[in-house]
T-cell receptor, first 114, second 113 residues
Framework: NAGVMQNPRHLVRRRGQEARLRCSPMKGHSHVYWYRQLPEEGLKFMVYLQKENIIDESGMPKERFSAEFPKEGPSILRIQQVVRGDSAAYFC????????????FGPGTRLTVL | GESVGLHLPTLSVQEGDNSIINCAYSNSASDYFIWYKQESGKGPQFIIDIRSNMDKRQGQRVTVLLNKTVKHLSLQIAATQPGDSAVYFCAEKANTNAGKSTFGDGTTLTVKP
C-alpha cells in the first residue's frame, strides 16, 4: 500500500519560470493538503482540496499560486513566475476523511529558485 | 490568530533516558492534536494523536499528555534511542477549521550515545 507520492523530489527553477508540483494521495484518500516549510521552521498550511473542489485556501498567497485536484490524476500545486522567496520544501498530505482525521505526508518537493 | 509553539527548540538527551517535548497552543477550539517526527530530508511522520476528550494516550514507547486547562501538550519518549533523533512537531486541528492543521516550529531532539 503505497504512501503519499510527490514528484519531483527536487525542482530547480529560474526567477520568472513556472513550477508544477504533483501529489498522489494514499489509495482510498480523497482529501489532499499542501503545506510549505521554510528552513528551520514548521509547516505552514496552504490549501485543502477534495476531488474537484477547493475546500480551504486560506493559506495560499493571493497571486501566482494555484492548486487543483482533478477527478482523475494527481493534485497539482502551481507557482507562476517564481521568485527566490518561493524556495522551500512543499509537502502534500492526504487523509481518508477531512475532519479530525490523521494526515499522512509525502516526502516533499524541494523547490530552489535561482 | 492561532499559534502553536514549542517550549524549547532543541533537546539533547542521553541514550536510554526518557525525553519530554512540550508544546503550547492558543486556540481554545482545538480538539485534535498530533505529534509528528521529521527526519532530515523527509516528510513528517505520524507518531501519535489525541482528541480533546482524553488527557493521556499511550503508544509504543511514546505517551502524549494533554492539559486543556493550560493549553499544553507533551510528548514523552521512553528509553530514547539514536533513531529517535529528529525534529518533532506538534499540530492541532479544530472542527471549525476542518482539514487545516496548525504546526508549531519544532523541537530538534538529539540523542547522545
Amino acid at each position: 500500500n503505497a504512501g503519499v507520492m510527490q514528484n519531483p523530489r527536487h525542482l530547480v527553477r529560474r526567477r520568472g519560470q513556472e513550477a508544477r508540483l504533483r501529489c498522489s494521495p494514499m489509495k482510498g484518500h480523497s482529501h489532499v493538503y499542501w503545506y510549505r516549510q521554510l528552513p528551520e521552521e514548521g509547516l505552514k498550511f496552504m490549501v485543502y482540496l477534495q476531488k474537484e473542489n477547493i475546500i480551504d485556501e486560506s493559506g495560499m498567497p493571493k497571486e501566482r499560486f494555484s492548486a487543483e485536484f482533478p477527478k482523475e490524476g494527481p493534485s497539482i500545486l502551481r507557482i507562476q513566475q517564481v521568485v527566490r522567496g518561493d524556495s522551500a520544501a512543499y509537502f502534500c498530505a492526504s487523509s481518508l476523511t477531512g475532519v479530525a482525521d490523521t494526515q499522512y505526508f509525502g516526502p516533499g518537493t524541494r523547490l530552489t529558485v535561482l | 490568530g492561532e499559534s502553536v509553539g514549542l517550549h524549547l527548540p532543541t533537546l539533547s538527551v542521553q541514550e536510554g533516558d526518557n525525553s519530554i517535548i512540550n508544546c503550547a497552543y492558543s486556540n481554545s477550539a482545538s480538539d485534535y492534536f498530533i505529534w509528528y517526527k521529521q527526519e532530515s530530508g523527509k516528510g513528517p511522520q505520524f507518531i501519535i494523536d489525541i482528541r480533546s476528550n482524553m488527557d493521556k494516550r499511550q503508544g509504543q514507547r511514546v505517551t502524549v499528555l494533554l492539559n486543556k486547562t493550560v493549553k499544553h501538550l507533551s510528548l514523552q519518549i521512553a528509553a530514547t534511542q539514536p533513531g529517535d533523533s529528529a525534529v518533532y512537531f506538534c499540530a492541532e486541528k479544530a472542527n471549525t477549521n476542518a482539514g487545516k492543521s496548525t504546526f508549531g516550529d519544532g523541537t530538534t531532539l538529539t540523542v547522545k550515545p
